[in-house]
């Protein structure tokens, strides 16, 4: 293991930053006068030929977990303050007010503009942009961890919307229209022309295919990785200067200005990307519930 000279000993920032950011069996638990890591239970393995599977519940299963629920008390708590202030005749306000301006801009503003007739799908992506927004928030807690920081949380919410784009896509467009956009008919050739084209089109269209889900599951991990990288390597620049006599006061000031500098621009980039990642979803669902030419 290659440390710093100047590093104080039994300190070593790589391994403290991926213990932060890396799945694991252990939630730490880290208020500053109290500490204590709680260690998961894990289920026996799984052996199937020589694979072997452990489908133990990891600490990003339950802050997914959590998250989720947050969303749905949040809704529902929201709903019956609306309810009570509708049957009292009041305008909504305070928190009911706030998430309904929320999720009605969510539908106004995101699904229903890019998704034609998109009244069903208008659910699904309100749901997706609560529920990949408190998923960033959660790794911005002390001891929290952001289950979009990993790439198979990331890569299951990218499977989920390519289920509705593909399925929906079937469902609007029949199964000659849905064929069409695999082996896309072209015009102005003689039959043998157009039929040979279009079969070479076809890998091109399913690699397309293919690419949306990819990035929608690239982009939200890589962002909320790369930020949680950067604050941790910055909190490590105190430690890596610890041990320099003269430098403590100055560095340590200067490193607790830039992180919290760069924890309110993570705080932008949670709405951000769960803004992006619910746009993408509303985009690339209506592009196949056009007619495909």
């Known amino acids: 293991m290659i440390t710093d000279p100047t590093q104080e000993p039994g300190i070593n920032i790589g391994e403290m930053v991926l213990h932060h950011t890396a799945d694991a069996w252990t939630i730490p638990i880290d208020l500053g006068w109290w500490r204590k890591d ?18 133990s ?3 990003h299963v339950y802050f997914m977990l959590l998250a989720a629920t947050l969303v749905f008390l949040m809704m529902w708590i929201a709903g019956r303050q609306l309810q009570k202030q509708r049957n009292t005749g009041q305008h909504p306000r305070g928190f009911s007010g706030a998430v309904e301006a929320a999720v009605l801009w969510v539908r106004n503003e995101v699904a229903l503009p890019n998704i034609p007739h998109g009244e069903r799908f208008a659910p699904l992506i309100v749901a997706l942009f609560f529920f990949v927004l408190f998923c960033n928030l959660l790794g911005m807690l002390p001891g929290g961890a952001a289950p979009t920081s990993n790439l198979a949380v990331t890569g299951a919410l990218a499977f989920l919307v390519f289920l509705v784009i593909e399925i929906g896509g079937m469902i609007k467009l029949g199964w000659k229209g849905y064929l069409h956009t695999i082996f896309p008919p072209v015009d102005g050739l003689p039959p043998a022309g157009s039929l040979a084209m279009s079969i070479g089109m076809a890998p091109i269209e399913v690699i397309g295919k293919l690419v949306k889900p990819f990035a929608l599951a690239v982009r939200l991990f890589g962002n909320m990785i790369a930020g949680h990288f950067v604050i941790l390597s910055l909190f490590g620049i105190i430690f890596i200067f610890g041990a ?14 830039l992180v919290t500098a760069i924890m309110l621009l993570e705080l932008f980039v949670a709405f951000l990307q769960a803004y992006v990642f619910a746009l993408l979803s509303a985009v690339f669902i209506g592009l196949l519930q056009e007619e495909h030419h």
């Open 38 to 55: 709680i260690h998961l239970h894990r289920f026996a393995d799984i052996h199937i030929g020589s694979l072997t599977l452990n489908l």
């Open 57 to 59: 519940p990891t600490k």
């Open 244 to 257: 320099v006599k003269g430098l403590n006061v100055g560095v340590g000031l200067l490193t607790a200005a």
